[in-house]
């Protein structure tokens, strides 16, 4: 699965996921943060599921109508568990990502918000 991991993911998780298969990029490599908005939309233009901890995408993609590949919302987990967390909810929902999903996890829970155009399609 192609993915692109913001900023404030820990830069280990990258060797993680690209050890599973997965083609991956880290924003925090870029030279510049471009902002969410910007991360966002390369995202979605290069299909990348996006991996933050970040809660203002789901309100860009929910709120705003943003365009997304998919977002996995990390909440309260160490750095050292992000790369492992991930994996595991890139396996689980797979298929409700491709087809943009909003995936939260969180220690106590994992919440998936279908992508609104998936459910407005027959």
């Known amino acids: 699965?192609?993915?692109l991991l913001d900023t404030c993911i820990w830069g280990g998780t990258i060797e993680v996921l690209k050890a599973a298969g997965h083609d991956v990029i880290w924003a925090g490599a870029w030279d510049v943060d471009p902002g969410d908005d910007e991360i966002l939309a390369r995202a979605h233009q290069e299909r990348r599921?996006?991996?933050t901890l970040d809660k203002d995408f789901g309100e860009l993609a929910v709120?705003?109508?943003h365009p997304h590949a998919g977002?996995?919302?990390l909440v309260n987990w160490s750095a050292l568990q992000q790369a492992s967390i991930c994996l595991a909810a890139l396996a689980r929902y797979e298929t409700e990502l491709q087809?943009?999903?909003?995936v939260t996890a969180d220690p106590g829970r994992v919440r998936v918000r279908p992508s609104?155009?998936?459910?407005?399609s027959p």
């Open 1 to 3: 699965m192609k993915i």
């Open 49 to 51: 599921v996006l991996v």
């Open 63 to 65: 709120v705003r109508g």
């Open 71 to 73: 977002i996995i919302r």
């Open 99 to 102: 087809t943009g999903a909003i």
């Open 116 to 120: 609104q155009t998936a459910s407005e």
